[in-house]
Structure formats: structure tokens, C-alpha cells
């Protein structure tokens, strides 16, 4: 026994099942790759330079150090950020100078806390030495302050960091190691 | 012609449906994707899309990746002072960092004389230095900031010394 059917005019469709399974695998690593950068650099207002000589860092392993400072940017008026380059020098630099917390990656100390920088020095001196391990060589240490932080604050960081250093380091290899201080690139 | 009746079953006993008339079974599925009238249920995406669209601008656009940060080399405070007494060399030329009265603003003053344009002077002052032969490259430098100056200026004074091809730029030891 045979079946016959009749097919009505084909309607032109269009598949859109794969553009849609594309489309979700896009956001979801832009999702994703927001977090990471967010956790390791968080947002700060950074030197603006005149004429810079900022360049990219190359090499393997990186410990990033970030200082926050305490009170947070209002958003810029024209592009609604709160931080980025071009923001007024007035409003970065006419807050309180205070710093809030020193972070490396997800970690944040708040400096004010108690055993707050001992604990900073030894998550920094493990951080260099396991990558010095891996590497072979000293990691980039990268030093981001906020522009608008008073030097003063910035001061005991970068004695705790050098400590963190020579804790981690043989002395010679400590002294040679520079920091690498984080600005704007230029345009 | 005989008279028919308004309704011929009226009176007559209820039948049984003839075998013919059997009805099969239809599964859930296809009652749900055929409706009423047995058209096909289709479900309109275009909203969906609408909004994944979005939101898939705005992660593209709100994402960076951070590429407009830069780093210049720098040696920590103390360093610089135990290599020059290891080396046993002159000392080092010192930019002092003070506060402007406002509190936003610096003062500059490079070996007790002041840059009144500040850090816009310094890189020229440098290279006037060095091209008289009063300074050299691998002349240490240290730069000794006051406690209230903020890091913008400070990190400027040290792109400065870069810019003028200075080799040995470092903190003073606090």
C-alpha cells in the first residue's frame, strides 16, 4: 500500500540554530574574560604621562600589585566611565589621597587592618618565587597605583614589596630586579 | 415523496461507532505542535535574538582588555643606595617632590635648584646636562618625593628622567 501526500507551497526558511549556538558561546566569553580582567586588574584612575615612554612588558610571569585608594571616582560627564585616560587632572587629583587596600589578583589587603602587610609580604614572596621557579627567571613585577594616591602610602608598598623581594630571591637577584611602574599608554 | 423528520435519530437507539471510525492514538508531542487547526506551532525568536544582540554589543564593547597601560622601569627605594656604597661612586643627583600649596600641583627642584615649569623643564634641563658633559647616562638619579605628593607627579618626574635617556632612576631610600 503506498502513501501519497500532498505538500502544500514551501515556505523559505531560514536555520537559525547554529548563529544562536555561536552568538551564546560569544557572550559568554566575553562574560568570562571581563571577570578575569576585572580580578586582576581592578579599576583604577592610573598617571597620566607627558610624553610617555610606557611601553608592554614582555617576558613570562607577572605579579601584578595594585594599590586602591580609599575614596572611589565619580563618573566622567562626557563618557560616563568612571576612570580612563582623559579624566579631569582636578578630580583625580583633588580627592583624598588615602590608599584603601593593596591587591594582587583576587587578594586584597586593606592597609589599615592589623598583620594586613605581613600578610601582603608573604603572599608577594610566594607569588615571586613560585613563578621564579617555573620561569627560571624573576617575574615582571608590576607596581598600579592610583594617580591620585599620596606617595607617602605608596611608600611602605613598595618596602613591604622589596622585602617580599629579598624573601623570595637570592639578594643579588632581589637588588637587580626592577619594578615596573603602570601609566597610560599613549594614544 | 415520503416525510422526513427534523431530526431522524431523534427516535432511534444510540449506535455504536461503526469500526471504521476507530480514532488512534496521538501522542502529546504532536498535539502540541499541531494547534487547532492543525498548524504547525512555531516559536518567534526574534526578540531572543534581539536581545542576545545586545548583549552581546555590550560585553564587545565594554571589554578592553586593558591595552592602554604601559609600564616604565623603576628601582625600588634602598637599592639604588646599596649599589652606589657597594660601587663606591659620586652621589647620586637628587630631584626633591614637594607639594604645590594646593595640594594638587608639585614643586621641582633638581640638586637645590627649582624647575619652575616643573616636570615639563626637566626632561630639557637633563638633556642640557648631559650634553655639556656636566652629567652622564649612567648617572644615578634618585627621586625623593614628599609624603603628600600624589603618585601622578611622581611617576611623571620618573617617565622624565627616561625620556632624557637616563640609565640609573631610582627612589631615595626613605
Sequence with gaps: ?187 | MAERPDNPNADAPLEEPPDEQVVHHVSQRKKRKKGVGGEEIELNLTSMIDVIFQLLIYFVITANFQIDEGTILATLPGNAAENREQQNIEPPVVIELTSGDDGITSRLIVDGRELREGVAQLRGYFEGQIGSGEMAKDDIVQIKPQGVVRWQHVVNVFNACVAAELEQVGFAPS
Design chain 1, 1 to 187: 500500500m503506498s502513501h501519497v501526500t500532498r505538500r502544500g507551497p514551501v515556505k523559505p526558511s531560514l536555520n537559525i540554530t547554529p548563529l544562536i549556538d555561536v552568538v551564546f558561546l560569544l557572550i559568554v566569553f566575553f562574560m568570562i574574560v571581563n571577570n578575569i580582567v576585572t580580578d586582576e586588574v581592578p579599576e583604577l584612575q592610573l598617571p597620566e604621562l607627558l610624553d610617555p615612554q610606557t611601553s608592554t612588558p614582555e617576558g613570562e610571569g607577572r605579579v601584578i600589585v595594585n594599590i586602591v585608594p580609599l575614596q572611589a571616582y565619580e563618573p566622567d560627564k562626557e563618557s560616563g566611565r568612571k576612570v580612563g585616560p582623559g579624566n579631569p587632572e582636578l578630580q583625580v587629583l583633588s580627592r583624598g589621597g588615602e590608599v584603601k587596600a593593596v591587591t594582587i589578583g583576587k587578594n586584597e589587603w586593606v592597609i589599615t587592618e592589623e598583620g594586613a602587610m605581613k600578610e601582603f609580604q608573604e603572599f608577594a614572596a610566594l607569588s615571586i618565587r613560585t613563578r621564579f621557579e617555573k620561569n627560571g627567571k624573576p617575574p615582571i613585577i608590576m607596581l598600579r597605583a592610583d594617580a591620585g594616591v599620596y606617595y607617602g602610602q605608596v611608600l611602605p608598598i613598595m618596602n613591604t614589596l622589596q622585602q617580599a623581594m629579598a624573601d623570595a630571591l637570592e639578594p643579588e637577584l632581589a637588588a637587580e630586579t626592577p619594578i615596573q611602574l603602570v601609566a597610560y599608554m599613549p594614544d
